[in-house]
C-alpha cells in the first residue's frame, strides 16, 4: 500500500552542502538519507516529496555537520497482508519464483504459483501437470501477500497466486473468459427452459393406468 507520511525529525545535514541555503540543503540531504530507506512502520521510502519547515540550526561540538529540525513529507510503500500487488517475474528456481514488485521483492513458494502440481524445468520454467500452464522469467502477474518477515534490512515478502483472479496476466484472461461463456451457457440454458414451459429435460415419464 502507499502511503504519504509526515515526519518530524533532526536532519544531519553534512558540510559539503553547507554553500547551499539552508532549505535546499536540508532537501539534499534527506533525498540522500532516505535513497533505498526501509522501515517497519514507514516502509519503503520512494521519494521525498516536499519539505514543510526547516528550523534553526543545531551545532554538537565534535561534530562539523549542522542538524536541523524539519518537518517533511515522504511518499513510501509498505507491504500489507491480503494486499493484491503487481510485478514481473525476476527468477525462477526449483523451490519456487521471486517476483519484482518495483518498491520490493517477493517470493511465491512453487506450491503456490498456480492451482496445479508444479513441477521445475530444465528450461528454467515451472510447469502445472495438469493444466500445462508455464511460468517464466518475464512473465507479468497478479499475487497477494500472505507473510511479512521483517528480519534483515528488508522484509521479506511471503506471496500466493492460487487464488481466482491472481496468477499470471494471460491466466486471469483465460480464466475470466471460460467464466464469461461458462455465465453465457447457463444464462442460455435457463432460457431455453423458460421458453418451453420450465419443464425438465429429458424423456417424458409414462402415467400409470
Request: charge should be positive; aromatic fraction near 8%.
Amino acid at each position: 500500500m502507499f502511503y504519504i507520511t509526515e515526519v518530524e525529525d533532526y536532519i544531519r545535514v553534512d558540510p559539503k552542502w553547507f554553500g547551499l541555503p539552508t532549505v535546499e540543503a536540508v532537501e539534499k540531504q534527506l533525498l540522500e538519507t532516505y535513497t533505498d530507506y526501509y522501515n517497519k512502520d514507514i516502509g519503503k521510502v520512494i521519494s521525498v516529496i516536499e519539505i514543510l519547515d526547516v528550523g534553526e540550526g543545531v551545532i554538537i561540538p565534535g561534530d562539523g555537520a549542522a542538524y536541523y529540525n524539519s518537518k517533511f513529507k515522504l511518499l513510501a510503500w509498505k507491504p500489507e497482508l491480503q494486499e493484491v500487488v503487481y510485478g514481473i517475474i525476476e527468477e525462477i528456481t526449483n523451490f519456487g519464483a521471486f517476483i519484482n514488485l518495483g518498491v520490493m521483492k517477493g517470493m511465491i513458494h512453487i506450491s503456490q504459483t498456480m492451482d496445479d502440481y508444479v513441477s521445475f524445468s530444465k528450461t528454467n520454467t515451472l510447469v502445472g501437470k495438469s493444466g500445462k500452464r508455464s511460468l517464466k522469467k518475464g512473465d507479468t502477474c497478479m499475487a497477494r501477500v500472505v507473510a511479512i518477515s521483517h528480519k534483515g534490512d528488508e522484509p521479506k515478502i511471503g506471496l500466493t497466486m492460487r487464488q481466482p483472479g491472481l496468477g499470471k496476466i494471460e491466466w486471469v484472461k483465460e480464466d475470466k473468459l471460460t467464466e464469461q461463456k461458462d455465465a453465457k451457457k447457463a444464462a442460455k440454458e435457463e432460457a431455453d427452459e423458460l421458453k418451453s414451459g420450465g419443464k425438465p429435460k429429458g424423456k417424458k415419464k409414462e402415467k400409470k393406468k
